[in-house]
């Protein structure tokens, strides 16, 4: 009989925040409609836009022209909120039980999203997320049956050893740094804490957002040290990631600051 494609009774909603992606969001929206086309997968890509001036909304409303209004979903916001919010805002409006959160701009390819996929079913995890620093799967128990092994097919093929393209020097060492630092300081055993390509159980999501306090860099650390301190599965996928073709990185040195200071509020409080 043949298998019944992972993920079959599912539905996944793609949350993406934008800010000036005019030019990033066309190619981003068909690289994630034809990924869940050839997998079989029911999906809606909701688009958060924070008031951009470049005309993204206009782009977004031509693409659900193109796709369709229950695939292509706006929802536009006043303007630039931050991004925390901007997942609170587009939780709202996800009809799927699984909710992926994943930047415009190339840095996350949606190729990855079928091994997110896989890996959340065969382990029944909660929160699988994309890791830079990484060449393997994890949990990584091997397949124990011909079943799984049909999951996962033969050692996760065409996942190479993650990793970072078109930083700098700098920008890599502040990456490294932010991840060593929360690494020591708060144990939470995954490897890339400060990445923002996963996917949730969209219940798991909701808690962690009415429970996470932070904004801007440190808010996706915030998330994993939560969701570990409640028991939460976690999984981690290797990506590639590439950094943003079009428009300029939204990474400063406040940032870098609020980062520092959100690992030690981290540790206090969780």
Known sequence: MPQTPVGTGNKYSVIIPTYNE??????????????FEENSLDFEIII????????????????????????????????????????????????????????????HHPKFIPEFIKLQALHSLDIVTGTRYSSHPTPSSPPSSSSSRQLTGSAYPGLGPGGVYGWDLKRKLVSRGANFLADTVLRPGVTDLTGSFRLYKLPVLR??????????????????????????????????FVDRIFGESKLGADEIVGYAKGVWALFVAV
């Open 22 to 35: 005019r030019k990033n969001l066309p190619v981003i929206i068909w690289l994630l409609v034809r990924v």
């Open 48 to 107: 958060v836009d924070d008031a951009s001036p470049d005309g993204t909304q206009d782009i977004a409303r031509e693409l659900a022209g193109v796709y369709g209004e229950d695939r292509i979903i706006l929802k536009p916001r006043a303007g630039k909120l931050g991004l925390g919010t901007a997942y609170v805002h587009g939780m709202n409006f996800c009809t799927g039980n699984f909710a992926i959160i994943m930047d415009a701009d190339f840095s």
């Open 207 to 240: 808690e962690l957002m009415a429970a996470n306090k932070s904004k801007g860099y440190v808010f996706q650390m915030e998330m994993i040290v939560r969701a570990r301190a409640l028991g939460y599965k976690i999984g981690e996928v290797p990506i590639t």
